[in-house]
């Protein structure tokens, strides 16, 4: 997983509200929450590698990422909770 988080081409997304990402966010992570993930598909069909969601603690990210993966989005990835994200981020 901390190869993908810190690969130039994956698709980082906070899938976290903006007010949670307002306390802390992960530096080069985009912040799509969960009740917006479905508005923007296109973001993620475009990503050039990998998609790699996080939340708080994993459970949003789990559900972005099967709500992904039913909508033809293949190489998607939970991350898990962003200390994980942060820990791993070089």
Known sequence: ????IND???FLV???TEAEVAEINVP?????PLDQ?????DQFRQAEGAVVVFCRSGARS????NWLLQHGIENVHN????????NYKR
């Open 62 to 65: 789990e559900n972005a990422k």
């Open 8 to 10: 130039p081409k994956t």
């Open 37 to 41: 993930v479905p508005a923007n598909l």
């Open 28 to 32: 080069g992570a985009v912040n799509i």
């Open 14 to 16: 906070d899938v976290r």
């Open 1 to 4: 997983m901390q190869e993908l």
């Open 79 to 86: 991350a898990g909770g962003f200390p994980t994200v942060l």
